[in-house]
């Protein structure tokens, strides 16, 4: 059995900050990566970036240079740090754990960037 376990999210004004996290817990071995993914309104689930075992980082070209994506492996937590945010970044934010052989997802966190 895996958890994961998001918090962070909220409403913040155009050009303010958020900072995700998740922590996952269970039966956990040989994690691949971790990472966010995001889903608007009548919108398909989208990668917002991801971190793997050995360091190596994605984002989406939308968000790079905004978003930084961070994790504390003893922890089985992962972060998204979340500066400069956008109306259309609004969203749930959903984190994932990938395993060597499968996935989980966490249950999502909305994320509304409003004046």
């Known amino acids: 059995q895996v958890q994961l376990v998001e918090s962070g999210g909220g409403l913040v004004q155009p050009g303010g900050s958020l900072r995700l996290s998740c922590a996952a817990s269970?039966?956990?071995?040989?994690?691949?990566?971790m990472g966010w993914y995001r889903q608007a309104p009548g919108k398909q689930r989208e990668l917002v970036a991801r971190i793997t075992s050995d360091g190596n980082t994605n984002y989406a070209d939308s968000v790079k240079g905004r978003f930084t994506i961070s994790r504390v492996y003893a922890k089985n937590t992962v972060y998204l740090q979340m500066n400069s945010l956008k109306p259309e970044d609004t969203a749930v934010y959903y984190c994932k754990l990938d395993l060597t052989i499968t996935g989980y997802w966490g249950q999502g966190t909305q994320v509304t960037v409003s004046s």
């Open positions: 269970g039966s956990i071995f040989s994690i691949y990566a």
